[in-house]
């Protein structure tokens, strides 16, 4: 009496279909543009106490209308640390320029993280602006 096993055959079919699986998430995720969402006008006129931290579209960083010098986090921190001690609130608000380099948005959390922040808000601008 012959008989065929088939549990080979579904291990290579369930090995194809976990490899297409990802591949197609990863090809649906290359090549989308990202809008990012536009605020309510009620939640983006709140203004909420914290170190206000500003990525400008040439690098440039300014915490608290002062500026740091380009890439230098240490520089950042620092300041960080230094407005930290005139408020009670650890928050670190992020007004980012849509055309600002999201890796500096990175570092400048990792820094704020370091400096001893303990929360974060990104800043919006009301919808239809």
């Given at each position: 009496?012959?008989?065929?096993?088939?549990?080979?055959?579904?291990?290579?079919?369930?090995?194809?279909?976990?490899?297409?699986?990802?591949?197609?998430?990863?090809?649906?995720?290359?090549?989308?543009?990202?809008?990012?969402?536009?605020?309510?006008?009620?939640?983006?006129?709140?203004?909420?106490?914290?170190?206000?931290?500003?990525?400008?579209?040439?690098?440039?960083?300014?915490?608290?209308?002062?500026?740091?010098?380009?890439?230098?986090?240490?520089?950042?921190?620092?300041?960080?640390?230094?407005?930290?001690?005139?408020?009670?609130s650890?928050?670190?608000?992020?007004?980012?320029?849509?055309?600002?380099?999201?890796?500096?948005?990175?570092?400048?959390?990792?820094?704020?993280?370091?400096?001893?922040?303990?929360?974060?808000?990104?800043?919006?601008?009301?919808?239809g602006?």
């Open positions: 009496m012959a008989e065929i096993n088939i549990t080979p055959l579904v291990d290579i079919f369930l090995v194809l279909l976990i490899i297409f699986m990802v591949t197609s998430s990863v090809m649906s995720q290359m090549g989308v543009e990202v809008t990012l969402p536009q605020a309510s006008p009620a939640s983006a006129t709140v203004q909420p106490e914290g170190v206000i931290v500003e990525l400008l579209p040439d690098g440039g960083i300014k915490v608290n209308d002062e500026p740091v010098p380009a890439g230098d986090f240490d520089a950042l921190q620092s300041k960080v640390a230094a407005a930290f001690t005139k408020t009670t650890r928050l670190v608000v992020l007004q980012g320029d849509r055309k600002a380099f999201l890796g500096n948005a990175i570092q400048v959390m990792d820094s704020s993280r370091r400096a001893g922040a303990q929360r974060f808000a990104i800043a919006t601008t009301p919808e602006k």
